[in-house]
Nanobody
Framework: QVRLMESGGGFVQAGGSLRLSCKASGMILSVFNSATLSWYRQVPGKEREFVAEFADGNTRNYADSVKGRFTITRDNSRRTIYLQMKNLKPEDTGVYYC????????????WGQGTQVTVSS
């Protein structure tokens, strides 16, 4: 059974940094390597929005609002995705979710439970 577990959220002042982690337990390496690995975020009353992803292997894509400040990385041997966030802004506040699209192999996708990030002004 595949489970995603995020960690690393917290409270930080504007201009600060945080690093989020998402570990995929129960996923074999070949599936992890071929999946699309993403981060999304959501604030109350709004739809979940895309933040960053690894697509097509090692192609990284970012939302315009985080380009130059956030970096997505991965450690395949640990089945772990990271999101390094720098120069955080109050508008970055939200619940951050990791997402793994394994529809081409496991025929489904997976979401973590989310981790709260709060940035004060």
């Amino acid at each position: 059974q595949v489970r995603l577990m995020e960690s690393g959220g917290g409270f930080v002042q504007a201009g600060g940094s945080l690093r989020l982690s998402c570990k995929a337990s129960g996923m074999i390496l070949s599936v992890f390597n071929s999946a699309t690995l993403s981060w999304y975020r959501q604030v109350p009353g709004k739809e979940r929005e895309f933040v960053a992803e690894f697509a097509d292997g090692n192609t990284r894509n970012y939302a315009d609002s985080v380009k130059g400040r956030f970096t997505i990385t991965r450690d395949n041997s640990r089945r772990t995705i990271y999101l390094q966030m720098k120069n955080l802004k109050p508008e970055d506040t939200g619940v951050y979710y990791c997402h793994i699209d394994a529809t081409t192999t496991y025929r489904r996708d997976y979401w973590g439970q989310g981790t709260q990030v709060t940035v004060s002004s």
